[in-house]
């Protein structure tokens, strides 16, 4: 419509339960690009200031064992359980966290450990990849599982002889990245701050995700989902934000309120184990606009 902006947004997500690969939500959208952490995700905000997100497209943090608790699963399980539902509902949950994990190119071994003592990932895309995970003990303990996988210690990383990737062990940290060189600096970092609309999504879910455009319409989305409960959608402008501006063509939509920087719209909690997590899967299955010149 003449003299409106309209930006529509639709992220794609798919599961795959073999060797842990979950594909990463693949997002098309509109456009190129409290200071205290609330205590709920203060450990997953701060794991997340720790990635280089200044340039990052797409950044998520998973509460690892939160996501374990709402599912009855043992501490430091991973699929397959006994629980086909669970390990799909589990995948789905930290899929986005896991970023570059997926792509397939890590030693299995080296991933698996990490995601038994994983407490929290947060992971970023765009012109860096990495993932970050929080583990339980000591990270060095998985020196010997590097090795053992073929990689070798280079400058204060472990990468495989082809030099494609890189691992680098921290206190409580294992870091993930897809080129060597940026997975040190993560371990390193002790100043970084994660993105304001991060923090504002920080407690709303045991899954939240961001994912930023720098398009004047709306400049940043989000979702935060917990398995069993509904989800929520933000969507972050620079002008302020009217949840009236939300529109939706699903029916079972819910509730939308302003709250921060963000007008917000909460999806209904998941019936199947397939429908997790719903925040997230419902910008694949329907169309949601924010007119920001409704």
């Known amino acids: 419509m003449e003299g409106q902006e309209r930006c529509t947004l639709r992220w794609r997500s798919t599961v795959a339960l073999a060797a842990l690969a979950t594909a990463i939500a693949a997002l098309g959208g509109c456009g190129g690009g409290d200071e205290d952490e609330p205590a709920h995700h203060s450990r ?6 720790r990635l280089p997100s200044d340039d990052a497209l797409n950044i998520a943090v998973a509460d690892v064992a939160a996501i374990r608790r709402a599912l009855g699963m043992r501490p430091g399980s991973i699929p397959p359980t006994r629980s086909d539902d669970d390990d799909l509902v589990f995948l789905d949950e930290i899929g986005p966290a896991l970023g570059v994990v997926q792509s397939g190119e890590f030693p299995r071994p080296v991933v698996d450990a990490a995601m038994r003592r994983a407490r929290w990932i947060a992971g970023v ?19 010997s599982t590097l090795t053992a996988a073929g990689m070798v210690e280079d400058g204060g990383e472990y990468v495989p002889e082809d030099g494609d990737f890189a691992v ?64 929520e959608i ?34 209904p909690k998941a019936q199947e184990p397939q429908d997790e ?11 949601i606009d924010y007119d920001c010149g409704a």
């Open 234 to 267: 933000a969507f972050f402008t620079t002008a302020t934000p009217d949840a009236s501006n939300i529109t939706s063509d699903a029916p079972e939509a819910g509730p939308t309120r302003v709250t921060g920087d963000s007008a917000r719209i909460t999806i």
């Open 44 to 49: 997953g905000i701060a794991l997340a200031a």
């Open 125 to 143: 895309a765009g012109d860096e990849g990495v993932t970050a995970f929080a583990i339980d003990g000591d990270s060095a303990d998985l020196e």
């Open 168 to 231: 680098a062990l921290g206190k409580g940290l294992v870091v993930f990245a897809d080129d060597p060189g940026d997975a040190k600096p993560v371990v390193e970092k002790e100043d970084g701050k994660a993105p304001e609309e991060l923090v504002q999504l920080d407690g709303d879910g045991d899954l939240i995700t961001l994912a930023r455009f720098g398009a004047a319409c709306v400049d940043a989305v989000g979702t935060a989902d917990t398995p069993g409960k509904p989800g």
């Open 277 to 287: 997590p719903p925040a997230l899967l419902a910008l694949q299955s329907f169309k």
